[in-house]
């Protein structure tokens, strides 16, 4: 995965180290995310399950979900 391009978001502070990434892999199809604070976790998805999950996050539907 070294010869992704990680893009910060765009919500992150300048200078920041806990920020989400994301990139996309070498065929287009697959989406990496990461926390720049711990890049060995990687989680990667097709784009419609990242799209999904990030809708789910948005209409607070894991809100009552515990570690």
Do not use: Y
């Not at 391009?5 to 697959?30: D, H, I, M, P």
């Not at 990496?32 to 607070?60: F, Q, Y």
Request: proline fraction near 3%; aromatic fraction near 4%; charge should be neutral.
């Amino acid at each position: 995965m070294s010869q992704l391009r990680w893009q910060k978001s765009s919500f992150s502070e300048a200078g920041a180290s806990n920020c989400v990434e994301v990139a996309t892999g070498l065929t287009g199809t697959r989406r990496h995310l990461r926390e720049s604070d711990d890049p060995a976790t990687v989680v990667t998805a097709s784009g419609a399950a990242l799209r999904r999950l990030i809708l789910g996050i948005k209409a607070c539907e894991f809100d009552d979900v515990t570690p």
